[in-house]
């Protein structure tokens, strides 16, 4: 079942770990909740207080975010973001680094 609004007393930690698909809304807005250390104290009103962001705009991206987690059965941040970096870096590792780990020839 789809939540109809975030819970305020939840920490944005707590959010973002629930459904990954919200950290693209923090990404969007250049928040640095992500790994903060007051994440796991701060909720979505603190975030958006210490940001200078509406709360009530806010609120409804988090939540059009966690819908499309739940759609899409909790897919990975990266995925939810559309972030392909971590496929490129797989890719370019293989081209820069042979199998016995020694660098391709010139």
Known sequence: MEPAAIDPGMTVDEIMRRWPGTIRVFIGHRMLCIGCPIGIFHTVADACAAHDLDEESFSRELLAA??????????????????????????????????DGSPPPA
């Open 66 to 99: 966690v819908q499309g987690d739940i759609r899409s059965n909790g897919g990975s941040a990266f995925d939810a973001a559309g972030v392909q970096e971590q496929g490129r870096l797989r890719k370019r590792s293989r081209q820069t680094i042979s199998s």
